[in-house]
């Protein structure tokens, strides 16, 4: 019997990725999309907020109601692609009625409460779920997520820049004495679908933002135990992300130990394709749910270029495969 899935927060890009996905999935039923109580895209079609999901998903967008107690028993998972401190007022509600919770927000992605007020501009409520919240980085924490009911997806920036890092770090290559430099230009789409003059077509160039004080760097850091520094860039493109990390290795490292450390972590992970030669591009991975990782050496440096979708394996993507994982289904399962 196919488990009942629910969306909120569905009209936003991510929320159009999930239920294409869902809509697919053969384990997975879409049995309801959601938006705000006061939302203007409440009770239209999503498929009239996108054109390429009609006959595919033609569901209403459902506007909350104040009691969701009855929407959470009736559905066994819900994914979140609300603002962060929405998600973290509805997760309670969603677990005390057993229904498993996939937060596509940043809302429980770090096990801190004064991070949230420091980088999230909100106090958050409910510190006791934080601390049982697993990280949704799927590759690396699928042994927690399968027990888990609440999978805090990890951001689209992180996920790419720990895939890059991760196993060198792991594998004791790199020189952390010298921080690992994480460039990155993602696409507008990854500042969400409202409007505003920043991501007006008009407007967008190529600019670096959130220096020194972007909410991702602390993500990052936290969970690859290792502090780095981050630069966001917002790229005149609709989607995709490219990080380009730069890195001191420690002395000796050959590109033989890289290579082992990336088929150590990545042989049997299939979302994530490590590159013999050359180096990635968005092209290569946009509408798509991999990570593709290449990198090159020289005066014992790296430079690591990884490039996702940001809205599939940087969001929705990874929120299924979390999914999957946590049902004990093949983690690629609707996706691929």
Not at 102 to 117: I, M, T
Not at 301 to 308: F, R, S
Request: hydrophobic residues 40%; charged residues 20%; glycine residues 8%.
């Amino acid at each position: 019997m196919a488990q009942k899935a629910i969306v909120i927060g569905a009209s936003g890009y991510t929320g159009a990725e999930l239920a294409r996905i869902l809509t697919h999935h053969p384990e997975f039923e879409l049995a309801g999309l959601y938006v705000s109580t006061n939302s203007a895209d409440a009770n239209k079609s999503i498929s009239t907020l996108y054109p390429q999901l009609k006959t595919i998903c033609d569901l209403p967008l459902q506007p909350l109601p104040e009691d969701l107690t009855e929407i959470a028993q009736n559905a066994d998972l819900a994914f979140f692609g609300t603002a962060h401190e929405v998600s973290a007022n509805l997760a309670p509600v969603f677990l005390q009625n057993n229904c498993k919770v996939f937060d596509l927000s940043g809302a429980y992605r770090v096990n801190s409460e004064s991070f949230y007020q420091e980088f999230y501009g909100f106090e958050h409520k409910h510190p006791e779920l934080l601390k049982q919240a697993v990280y949704g980085l799927a590759e690396w924490n699928a042994d927690k997520i399968k027990t888990t009911d609440l999978v805090a997806v990890a951001g689209c920036y992180p996920t790419v820049s720990q895939l890059s890092l991760k196993p060198l770090i792991e594998e004791g290559l790199l020189d952390v004495n010298q921080l690992p430099v994480i460039n990155a230009v993602s696409g507008v789409s990854g500042a969400g679908r409202k409007a505003s003059l920043t991501n007006s077509f008009c407007e967008v160039s190529l600019n670096a933002y959130g220096v020194f004080n972007h909410r991702h760097q602390p993500e990052i850091a936290t969970h690859l135990g290792t502090d780095v520094i981050f630069t966001p860039h917002l790229g005149n493109f609709k989607r995709g992300i490219l990080a380009t990390i730069t890195a001191k290795l420690k002395a000796g490292v050959s590109d033989e130990q890289i290579k082992r450390a990336y088929a150590k972590y990545y042989a049997n992970k299939p979302l994530v394709r490590v590159y013999e030669q050359g180096l990635p591009s968005i092209k290569a991975v946009e509408f798509s749910p991999y990570c593709d990782i290449g990198f090159a050496t020289k005066n014992n440096h790296i430079i690591i270029v990884g490039a996702e979708d940001n809205l599939l394996k940087g969001a929705a993507a990874q929120a299924v495969q979390c999914a999957n994982i946590r049902y004990g289904y093949n983690e690629v399962l609707g996706l691929i």
